[in-house]
């Protein structure tokens, strides 16, 4: 009976939802006082063990995609079971227990002190770790076996110097999902970002990368480049080519660059000449 009263009600997210910032930065009751009502309701609620996810991480559109994404990447069959994995950009730290139930040691990253606080809320007694792309700065633990890195190089503003260190550290297989220009032109655009949202980039400077630029960075600093013949079935995920039917402005594509060659019919190389 008492758990049953102490659960965290839909209410009480909605409710922290508004405290929280919303999409444009301001909140219900603005940054400042948004702030200290937050550091007071996070008091109260981890006093009673609940740990609720910095918004939007767990509003019903980041939801669903995040499933779209879970079942796509079991889909693949890589071969992760067992594996050291660095999680970059965990954000709420949905994708985390994917691998903790594979077997693999992970080492979970965010770039926000406040997401790595709910992080360590979330998943005691594991590796979890402040870490900012744009500088990063981990002291011990690597190279791991897999990089892991879904929804964050948009939100960077120097894509080429977060890739060559992820290739750094990376010993098999890199992970990676971005959003991508729609259309042929090659090249990155720069794109600004609200920095106070927990879900946007950290300094306030992304970028949207065509998706033939991502496939000749990776293929520069990996020896296989492939992409998933399915998609993840969400309106956002469309095969190169198929940019302009009408499905939205957003566009979104996963690579998985290797170190050894992958013989999987569920990919298609993506290798371009060096």
Not at 71 to 97: I, R, Y
Not at 103 to 117: E, K, L
Not at 236 to 265: K, M, N
Request: with cysteine; aromatic share 8%.
């Amino acid at each position: 009976m008492i758990t049953e009263l102490l659960r965290p009600r839909p209410s009480v997210v909605r409710l922290w939802s508004r405290v929280s910032l919303d999409h444009d930065g301001r909140g219900l009751l603005g940054r400042s006082r948004a702030g200290a009502m937050r550091r007071l309701v996070q008091r109260l609620l981890h006093r009673f063990g609940w740990h609720l996810a910095p918004y939007p991480f767990h509003s019903p559109h980041y939801l669903r995609h995040t499933a779209r994404r879970l079942e796509h990447l079991a889909a693949l069959g890589l071969p992760l079971e067992g594996k050291t994995v660095l999680e970059v950009g965990a954000g709420a730290g949905d994708f985390t227990h994917f691998f903790l139930d594979r077997g693999c040691t992970v080492t979970i990253t965010d770039a926000r002190p406040r997401n790595v606080r709910y992080l360590r809320g979330r998943y005691p007694g594991r590796d979890v770790r402040l870490l900012d792309l744009e500088s990063p700065t981990l002291s011990a633990g690597g190279p791991w076996d897999i990089v892991h890195c879904y929804g964050v190089l948009y939100h960077t503003g120097k894509p080429e110097r977060v890739l060559d260190w992820l290739a750094s550290v990376c010993g098999e297989l890199l992970l990676l999902e971005t959003k991508v220009a729609p259309g042929p032109e090659p090249g990155v655009e720069d794109v600004s970002e609200d920095r106070h949202v927990p879900s946007m980039a950290v300094h306030g400077s992304g970028c949207l990368p065509a998706r033939t630029w991502v496939r000749r960075a990776l293929a520069e600093r990996f020896e296989h480049v492939y992409t998933p013949v399915v998609q993840p079935y969400i309106e956002e995920f469309r095969t190169a080519g198929s940019e302009s039917t009408g499905h939205g402005p957003v566009v979104r594509a996963i690579f998985v660059a290797s170190r050894p060659a992958l013989d999987s019919p569920l990919l298609r190389s993506a290798s371009v000449g060096r």
